[in-house]
């Protein structure tokens, strides 16, 4: 089946740090989604960007569909940005429907003050 | 905008008992919704898709007659642990998709059901 890979799976940054987390899958999506999820265990989604680039104040990402990556980039880091960042793939070759995702293994983010 | 609500947050049953949790989309009808389960420290693993008016489609692995999903309307799915053992004990989430239009679809997860098993 279907890869993805997260880097790195662990980060600790300073606040006010800039990071990038990476994402890597192993075949064509039509789908591919960041996600944070804080310690409760909410999921918050961040993007949809199966491609192109968008930005979200701190944070932007970037997907190179042909590549098959990408990238989230967190800027000025802040200590609220501590959690789980994962990356979700929907399955273009499968026949999946919109909305099943293959999950990273995440990267788990620590921002100290 | 859209919310996708999970109930109970937390639950806590002995060995051997059933246990439903409930997921709702509250401001959009979801003819499909999905549920994943996340051990501790680990990432989310796609159960089964949740098909208003049909049965549910389990992914490989997944024993259909313990983790029963009943998605009798278009705004709730219900997933019933059969007689739960320890090993069941999890992080149950489920996630609907909304339809945005050509600029793709938002998939929303509700609060994640923690089930503990004693």
């Known amino acids: 089946g279907i890869q993805v890979e997260q880097s790195p799976p662990d980060l600790i940054l300073q606040e006010g740090a800039n990071s990038t987390l990476r994402c890597n899958f192993s075949d064509s999506v039509n789908n591919l989604q960041w996600f944070h999820q804080n310690p409760w265990g909410q999921l918050i989604n961040l993007f949809y960007i199966p491609s192109g680039t968008k930005q979200n104040g701190r944070l932007s990402a970037t997907t190179v569909a042909t590549e098959r990556y990408s990238l989230l980039y967190i800027s000025s880091s802040q200590t609220t940005d501590s959690g789980v960042y994962f990356c979700a793939v929907g399955l273009m070759n499968y026949g999946g429907s919109q909305g099943n995702l293959i999950f990273g293994k995440g990267t788990k983010l620590s921002v100290k003050p | 905008g859209a919310v996708v609500s999970q109930h109970p947050s937390r639950v806590i049953c002995k060995s051997g008992t059933s246990v439903k949790i409930e997921c709702r989309s509250l401001?959009?009808?979801?003819?499909?919704m999905f549920w994943y389960r996340q051990f501790p420290k680990q990432s989310l693993m796609l159960m089964a898709t949740?098909?208003?008016?049909?049965?549910?489609?389990?992914e490989q692995g997944v024993e259909k007659d313990k983790f029963l999903i009943n998605h009798a309307s278009l705004t709730l799915s219900t997933l019933t642990v059969t007689s739960a053992h320890p090993e069941d004990s999890s992080f149950y989430i489920c996630?609907?998709?909304?339809?945005?239009?050509?600029?793709?679809?938002?998939?929303?997860f509700g609060e994640g059901s923690w089930l503990t098993v004693v």
């Open positions: 949740s098909n208003e008016g049909s049965k549910a489609t389990y």
């Open positions: 996630s609907a998709t909304v339809l945005t239009g050509p600029s793709g679809n938002t998939i929303y």
């Open positions: 401001d959009f009808q979801a003819t499909t």
